[in-house]
């Protein structure tokens, strides 16, 4: 089947197609999880397709689909899978049992024109009976993070780094970057699920907080090994990269440097605080095209740090040369400064870069 077939099927509960169903690569990309652990909980558990087709391929039903994803929901809020495997199957026998008593055993009998009057309303519980449990609520756990409306690969990784698992994490992460390109990947993708486990750490006190330190070092991972190699310096072609004295935000900062070299540019990362002093010796020895300055706090943006380091020259007497200085982050908010640029966000911020070394 082409893919422009495949595009026009009927897709049913979940957006799983009526026909074939999904194969495991697919339903793993839809949970957030490695292949391997789809196939694990099925051999292990017995969580796998209830029907099975003639080719190697196994394929899932949106009810197989729907078991998988109680399954994310209950191991996410820290159940063992062995025992999160056990209620879901539980709740799956259940339900068929609730099926098979509703359903005729023969031919259909006509309707009672009145039924009698104790089905009409349920039965009275005794005054002394004790109180009923409260109905169990629908567990928020595999989608806890408020992300909207957003692409399906942000809810993906936002369960993987809910579970904490890293190899799930680090695949879709990749597969983001390597089916988007960085920048898209960046703004659609990761900075969305970033901004939501952000939300959901400032609203739950101190929880959460592993999940953000966990997807940012991920993130962080996935740039460098997807990055090529640093390219080499052209004289008056380097862009340098630095955070603002006091400023430890680097990873917008390292997605910057990863887009320029991506695209050729020589770069020169400095990550966190880099001190005064350093900033201005880094800018003196690379005679550098542009400055990226990182800011994420309005208490470290310093405009007199940026008026500096863009009045700096450098160069033969008569062919003295500036560096193009750009405020980055949102801690220059309110803080613009006179003649240096401010791109408000990843794709402006290299289209900038990039005029200013082609000139």
């Not at 191991?75 to 359903?103: F, H, K, M, N």
């Amino acid at each position: 089947m082409g893919t422009h077939e495949r595009d026009g099927e009927d897709r049913g509960r979940g957006g799983v197609p009526l026909g074939g169903g999904l194969t495991t690569g697919e339903v793993a990309r839809r949970l957030g999880v490695a292949p391997t652990t789809v196939r694990t909980w099925d051999r292990r558990y017995g969580l796998g397709p209830d029907a099975h087709t003639g080719g190697r391929h196994r394929r899932w039903t949106a009810t197989d689909v729907a078991r998988l994803e109680r399954m994310c929901a209950l191991t996410a809020t820290g159940i063992p899978p062995a025992e999160a495997a056990r209620t879901v199957l539980g709740e799956a026998t259940q339900g068929a049992e609730s099926v098979a008593l509703a359903a005729p055993a023969g031919p259909t009998a006509p309707a009672s024109p009145d039924p009698p009057p104790q089905a009409q309303a349920p039965a009275r519980r005794p005054p002394d009976a004790p109180p009923l449990p409260p109905a169990r609520a629908r567990s928020r756990a595999g989608s806890g993070l408020r992300l909207g409306d957003v692409r399906q690969e942000c809810k993906g990784i936002a369960r993987a780094a809910l579970r904490l698992d890293a190899v799930a994490l680090d695949e879709l992460l990749e597969a983001a970057i390597v089916e988007h390109g960085l920048v898209a990947a960046w703004t659609e993708v990761i900075m969305p699920t970033l901004q939501a486990v952000g939300r959901k750490w400032e609203s739950s006190g101190e929880r959460y907080v592993e999940v953000e330190h966990f997807l940012s070092w991920h993130v962080s991972g996935a740039l460098r090994r997807g990055a090529p190699p640093s390219a080499a310096d052209r004289p008056g072609a380097t862009i340098v990269l630095a955070c603002v004295p006091g400023e430890n935000h680097t990873l917008p900062l390292e997605v910057l440097a990863a887009a320029l070299a991506e695209r050729g540019l020589p770069v020169r990362m400095f990550g966190g605080a880099l001190p005064v002093e350093s900033l201005v010796t880094a800018v003196r020895r690379t005679g550098p095209a542009a400055v990226g300055l990182w800011a994420q706090s309005r208490t470290t943006a310093s405009r007199p740090l940026a008026q500096h380091v863009a009045a700096m020259e450098w160069g033969v007497r008569g062919a003295r040369r500036k560096p193009v200085v750009l405020t980055i982050g949102p801690g220059w908010s309110g803080r613009t400064v006179t003649g240096l640029p401010r791109p408000t966000g990843l794709a402006e911020a290299v289209a900038i870069l990039e005029s200013v070394v082609s000139r």
